[in-house]
């Protein structure tokens, strides 16, 4: 049975280690991440970004998707099932399918209709006992090949939104989605000290994490982040091993392009990496 958020995540902050957000695409990635999750006793939490809902037909084939798998794969450890930076709508429709975790992302708003939206999700998801994810300052990253630096959240708006009854905020600190460009100064850890020094207890949200170095992971982590999203680097690893099978000739050799060979290599690649993360997030044998 998928989990709220929140009980994974206060262990978590607890215990000084962070649970991984990993996005998924569809069959192969979910499956990828639940079992090893399962395999290495981790808490999880499977992302859905609203691009990845719409691609995978609609919010409820992927409630459908992950129950069932949870089910007939016997997962026992904690998954949650979370909207990634989701719209106020894309929350409520989320919200109706039955994930059990959403993201709010009014960062690009002024902060008093941040506040406002927020306040009424914070509500709604209470009602249903699901937790929340708000952000503050938004994250950088890639559009249209121009690579936007992260925004750095001001610390009382962060105190604002935290305040808010919130499960875990995101808050920007120079961090951005996808590669980090070869100029990246790095996060700002004077910026995440501000804001874990305001919002207490709260448990903090890293976005971006592929690409970030291990020392500057592990700091983080002494500082307050509880939870670290990981999309890209599951998309690289999947595409490179798809590459050297399709580059070796196999889709070519016997029934090499059965699609459950064809992509199976790119799934062996998405478990290596996410058990990678999990080592590096401490949250191995924490389920
Ligand atoms: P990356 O794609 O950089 O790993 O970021 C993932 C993320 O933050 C999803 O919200």
């Given at each position: ?217 592990k700091k983080a982590i002494s500082l307050g982040v509880a939870k670290i999203n990981v999309n890209t680097e599951c998309q690289l690893s999947f595409a490179a091993a798809t590459r050297e099978y399709i580059e070796a000739g196999k889709d070519l050799q016997g029934k090499g392009f ?30």
């Open positions: 049975m998928l989990v709220s958020a929140k009980e994974m995540l206060e262990k978590a902050r607890d215990g000084h280690y962070a649970v991984g957000q990993f996005n998924i695409n569809n069959l192969e990635w979910t499956k990828a991440i639940l079992m090893t999750a399962e395999e290495l006793k981790s808490p999880v939490i499977l992302g859905v970004s609203e691009g990845a809902g719409k691609y995978m037909t609609g919010y409820k084939t992927v409630v459908g998707m992950v129950n069932g798998m949870l089910e007939e794969l016997k997962i026992t450890v904690p998954v949650a099932l979370h909207l990634d930076h989701g719209s106020y709508e894309g929350a409520l429709k989320c919200i109706e399918a039955g994930f059990s975790s959403v993201m709010f992302d009014g960062s690009h708003y002024p902060i008093d209709e941040n506040v406002e939206k927020t306040t009424e999700l914070v509500k709604l998801c209470a009602e249903k006992g699901l937790s929340l994810e708000a952000e503050v300052g938004s994250i950088g990253g890639e559009e249209d090949g121009v690579v936007g630096m992260g925004e750095v959240a001001d610390p009382a708006e962060c105190k604002r939104i935290a305040d808010l009854g919130v499960t875990m905020l995101a808050a920007g600190i120079g961090n951005i989605h996808g590669k980090y460009p070869e100029n990246w100064p790095g996060l700002r850890f004077d910026a995440l000290e501000a804001i874990k020094a305001l919002t207490g207890s709260m448990p903090l949200v890293l976005h971006g994490g592929t690409g970030i170095p291990e020392d500057m992971i059965d699609p459950r060979k064809l992509l199976a290599p790119g799934t062996e690649a998405i478990k290596a990496t996410v058990k990678e993360k999990m080592e590096l997030f401490g949250s191995i044998g924490k389920a």
